[in-house]
């Protein structure tokens, strides 16, 4: 008897370098290699472009965009229902909180409010408060 199985799905990674003046030149030289690469695949096969980052930093990160970054993160952290993930979405969000209020003269770390968190958690998750 020939056991003969199904095709099974897999997930490729393909990390691409690219110059580009900014992110929408980047998005455009990316979805041109998405299109040739789509060439290459058969029905029902896709490839998309899941995230287009800068290779390097640029310059002086301002805190209030690292904020507006790591809560992001702690949001799509949060809504993964993984407890480890849960656990790192509360380490980011009182990082995000001490770079809000660490030049405030009564700057201490006893004011960030647990409660929040958890009433935003609730919110994401759409449970009942």
């Not at 809560?71 to 849960?86: A, E, G, H, P, V």
Request: glycine share 6%; with cysteine.
């Amino acid at each position: 008897m020939i056991n003969r199985e199904q095709p099974r799905q897999f997930i490729g990674t393909i990390r691409c370098v690219i110059e580009a003046q900014d992110e929408l030149g980047a998005r455009l030289e990316m979805n041109e290699i998405v299109e040739a690469g789509g060439e290459l695949l058969e029905d029902g096969e896709t490839i998309d472009v899941t995230q287009i980052i800068p290779a390097e930093l640029q310059g002086v990160v301002e805190p209030a965009e690292m904020v507006e970054q790591l809560r992001r993160s702690r949001d799509m952290l949060i809504k993964t229902r993984i407890i480890q993930c849960f656990e790192l979405a509360r380490e980011l969000d009182k990082t995000a909180w001490v770079l809000e209020h660490r030049a405030e003269e009564s700057f201490d770390l006893s004011g960030y409010d647990w409660g929040v968190f958890m009433d935003l958690t609730n919110k994401l998750l759409e449970r009942k408060e």
